[in-house]
């Protein structure tokens, strides 16, 4: 009998003084918000849901827009930030710090580009990319659907905004097909971002106190202060950082970090796992609560897009409707799906008080840049009659949560989407 030696390599993220990260062999990719896509998407071409006497015959998809350049606030104090890398080497040479001599050379030879921090709130290349690639993915995993796209077999549109209107030009460019023409942006109200001109969501939600309440209660918490003091232990900085310091650093770290090139950002080398686990919490706290289960009005917006998502596809059933309908908006969108669909919901509201390490609810996979919901309407052959079923998918993964063995039959897809066509929100 031959024997078989097996090897076994566990990445290890060592939070004590003497690890490197520059060599960790699997850092810590989970950045929130801000976390790339090639990060953490599937791939749709490799999708596990295999439908045999089945056809796809119309794709609705809503995406957030790909990686962008912060705004002008966050901006600013980056660049701030950037003055800290005299002083992390300076603490390193006096023997102050605890990094490792390769992180600290990696940080020496960054350099930064100071029009990324113009303020202007523009894709990135690497965004570009992340888009090109989804809509490339998609046209090969449904090539014949995809084939041809004759005017008035789709809808593209997108969001306002620099970022995401370009985020759906590179979108509709990897489909191949110039021709494609994306409709124009409405001013005003549409199903993929009915909260944008709420003045109750934007005065009552997202501009309100409350929404940040459980955030600023973890910042006090024992776990968030030990972190803060491992982060001004291990890069030796003399003078006390404050919340908003580091706040700033871990945004060089996240934005810095490209995951089309491979390349991890020299920044995050002043973090242990453990302190990008609970930066990372921060931000859950702050979209729990702003975008998604911690305010019950919220589940009301995410009926919106879902009533559209119905529509389309009960009009392609009767002989109308579209091949592919393709929405470019922010994160604070899909969030509210997630809670209209009670996705990724823990038993427990998260709070301040205490970081539940397995909950569901984690921005990191679920809202981070290029994030996409989408479903597909197959029209299958069964004994002589057409029947109808829609598969959903999450960053090019397929959803068993919303249907057994995610795959929903028609009268399940009526039953659960059917009541969102025509949600009203008159309390705007």
């Given amino acids: 009998m031959k024997k078989f030696l097996v090897f076994i390599f566990l990445c290890i993220n060592d939070a004590t003084s003497n690890y490197c990260y520059w060599n960790t062999g699997c850092p810590y990719k989970y950045l929130s918000t801000e976390t790339p896509y090639n990060s953490v998407r599937g791939d749709i071409r490799d999708s596990v849901i295999k439908l045999i006497g089945c056809e796809p015959v119309s794709i609705w998809g809503i995406y957030r827009h790909g990686k962008r350049k ?3 606030m966050f901006s600013e104090k980056m ?3 950037i003055s800290t890398k005299k002083y992390i080497i300076d603490s390193y040479e006096k023997g102050h710090s605890s990094l490792c001599a390769q992180d600290i050379e990696n940080l020496r030879k960054w350099e930064p580009d100071y029009k990324f921090y113009d303020g202007v709130r523009d894709i990135m290349e690497e965004g570009r990319q992340e888009m090109i690639g989804a809509s490339k993915r998609l046209k090969e995993a449904f090539p014949v659907l995809l084939r041809d796209l004759p005017k008035g077999s789709y809808t593209f549109r997108s969001g ?3 970022w995401i209107e370009r985020s759906m030009e590179a979108f509709v460019s990897g489909f191949g097909k110039p021709s494609l023409v994306i409709d124009d942006v409405k001013p005003n109200q549409d199903v993929m971002n009915p909260y944008a001109n709420c003045d109750y969501y934007q005065q009552n939600v997202r501009n309100s106190p409350k929404s940040s309440a459980e955030s600023n209660r973890y910042l006090t918490h024992p776990e968030y202060l030990a972190a803060k003091d491992r982060i001004h232990r291990r890069s ?3 003078y006390s950082l404050t919340d908003e310091n580091i706040t700033a650093l871990y945004d060089l770290c996240r934005y810095d970090w490209n995951a089309v090139e491979y ?4 920044w995050c080398a002043i973090f242990t796992k453990d302190d990008l686990e609970v930066l990372e919490y921060v931000q859950d706290l702050n979209h729990y609560y702003r975008n998604s289960y911690g305010t019950p009005v919220n589940e009301v917006f995410g009926k919106v897009p879902l009533g559209d998502l119905f529509t389309n596809f009960e009009s392609v059933t009767k002989g109308g409707g579209k091949k592919i309908v393709a929405y470019v908006t922010h994160s604070t969108m ?3 799906i997630y809670m209209t669909l009670g996705l990724f919901k823990d038993s427990v509201p998260l709070t301040g008080a205490n970081r539940d390490r397995d909950r569901k609810w984690r921005t990191s996979k679920i809202s981070t840049f290029g ?3 989408v479903a597909v309407l197959n029209r299958c052959e069964k004994q002589g009659s057409k029947e109808y079923n829609v598969v959903f998918y999450l960053n090019e993964e397929p ?3 919303i249907c057994e063995e995610g795959v929903c039959s028609w009268e399940n897809f009526d039953t659960k989407l059917r009541q969102y066509v025509n949600t009203t929100i008159d309390f705007c």
Avoid: C, M, T, Y
């Fill in 70 to 72: 912060p705004s002008a």
């Fill in 79 to 81: 660049k701030e930030a």
């Fill in 160 to 162: 306002q905004g620099l």
């Fill in 236 to 238: 030796g900085i003399e």
């Fill in 263 to 266: 390349k991890i950002s020299p």
């Fill in 334 to 336: 899909l969030d509210q």
């Fill in 371 to 373: 994030v996409n919901f």
């Fill in 399 to 401: 959803i068993r949560s």
